[in-house]
């Protein structure tokens, strides 16, 4: 895979990716991610890549023209048949472990940084956008929305994570949240942990980890619960 990232303040997101799985991930060549200066495509000697509204109001905007000749040059050097162009915005649907999924199968992936109030949405009319939410709150720039989206997907691609099964268990992969787990020392100041889990009965201790994320969920996430619910019932 290769993840292309558009920003107007790289240094975020650069100095973000020497760390854990990423790491890894671009030690191993599983993925190749670089990282790009807006600026650079800016057509007049001071770099500018925003600009005024039209129809005035407070805030400014990116320009169309950076923009769009960034995106032109990526894809053009990029060789892909399965390709995402993602714009972060609080505008956007709200990044989930199925979207990950399905980005994790993509070969290419091009991320642009929302800030300011957004861009201009001629863009939109050129290339296939898609607005990527990370919550419902509001960020000064979408260089951590933009890690938040790498560091999901880049941890499902093979050969990153050692255990990738540890991956599929994790909370949303099946609309549930993940159970409790437990480890040593077996007694904490009186404190101990379930019976079942000391059983070695490898049943009874896969219903009770079911169990215990259908009522977690259930408890902390009535909205997933419900997915859960419908497609048991498909």
């Known amino acids: ?10 240094a975020m997101v650069t100095d973000s990716l020497q ?7 671009i030690q191993k060549s599983v993925v190749k991610i670089r990282v790009h200066n807006l600026r650079d495509w ?5 770099k500018t890549i925003d600009d005024a509204p039209y129809g005035g109001g407070p805030g400014m905007i990116y320009m169309i023209e950076p923009l769009y000749n960034a995106i032109e040059d990526i894809i053009s050097n990029q060789d892909s048949e399965k ?3 993602i714009l972060t915005s609080p505008r956007g649907n709200v990044l989930v472990q199925d979207t990950a999924v399905k980005y994790s199968l993509m070969d290419h992936l091009v991320i642009i940084c929302g800030h300011y109030k957004g861009v201009d949405e001629r863009l939109k009319e050129f290339f296939p956008i898609t607005e990527v939410s990370i919550g419902d709150f509001v960020l000064s ?3 951590y929305p933009a890690l938040v989206i790498v560091d999901a997907v880049v941890r499902l691609l093979p050969g990153v994570l050692s255990d990738i099964d540890s991956a599929w268990s994790d909370s949303f992969n099946d609309n549930l949240l993940d159970c409790d787990y437990y480890t040593r020392p077996e007694d904490f100041k009186g404190k101990g942990i379930p019976d079942v889990l000391k059983s070695g009965d490898h049943k009874k201790i896969e219903s009770w ?5 259908e009522e977690i969920t259930k ?3 009535p909205d ?3 997915k859960y619910i419908n497609e048991i019932k498909k």
């Not at 895979?1 to 790289?10: K, N, Q, R, T």
């Not at 760390?19 to 991930?25: D, E, G, H, L, V």
């Not at 800016?42 to 001071?46: P, R």
């Open 1 to 10: 895979m290769v993840i292309d990232i558009l920003s107007a303040f790289p």
């Open 19 to 25: 760390f854990s799985i990423i790491k890894r991930a």
């Open 42 to 46: 800016a057509t007049d000697k001071h």
């Open 83 to 85: 390709r995402e162009i």
């Open 141 to 143: 720039g979408g260089e």
């Open 209 to 213: 980890k079911l169990l215990q994320r």
């Open 219 to 221: 408890k902390k996430r």
């Open 224 to 226: 997933i619960y419900k």
